[in-house]
């Protein structure tokens, strides 16, 4: 499938947003995506749009097409390897994640397995505030759907509400851990009890003490 090919399909998926604004448009909805799936192989469009050859202008064209093919599935561990290689530019990166966040509450539990996945190979070091909000709208849909995922994303969060990392601004760093303290008090007793005995223990050791103390309040409050 050539360049001209995939911007034809992706502008395709693009004009989809105009057609979910009410049950007057669901049937144009479902024809226009019923013939844009009928001119997609799912892998290949991946590898032209997010592989090797990927190009910034190309990624922002297909962030709808990205967005539909999540939310229905499509994506399996061999695409999202593609799109995950894609983000070691930035731009492109930045373009990725908006994607994630916005359908995350939408995700099925190995969609959003696969990325708490890749992100426990991140160092905490390179995230960035993107990084952060597409993981605190995981974080509310692991909640609901994936204990494995949420185990492993609020691990994550800790750690960046525990360190004062350069990449990301306090601002965003404090909805982190309001994040991190609200999935702790949602949690089920193994991980809340886990939580809560590792917490007691920075407490005896006079480690972020502030930050401990707020996240014992909530957990406790809400049960």
Known sequence: MGIEAVSLVAGIYASLKNYQLGAYHAEAYINIKALAKSLVDVPRIVEEVFGKRSHLELI?????MLRVFLIDKDIGESELATIWSCCSNEQSKIEILKVLSEAANLLSRETVELIAEKYETVP????????VL???????????VSPVSLQKIIEIAWKISNNKLQGISPQVRKEATNKFCRAIAQSDTQVLENWLAQLYAMLERGESVKLVLKVLRTALSAH
């Open 134 to 144: 597409t993981l605190n709208s995981l974080l509310e849909r692991s909640i609901k």
């Open 60 to 64: 922002r064209r297909s962030t709808e």
């Open 124 to 131: 905490k070091e390179s995230l960035r505030d993107q990084d």
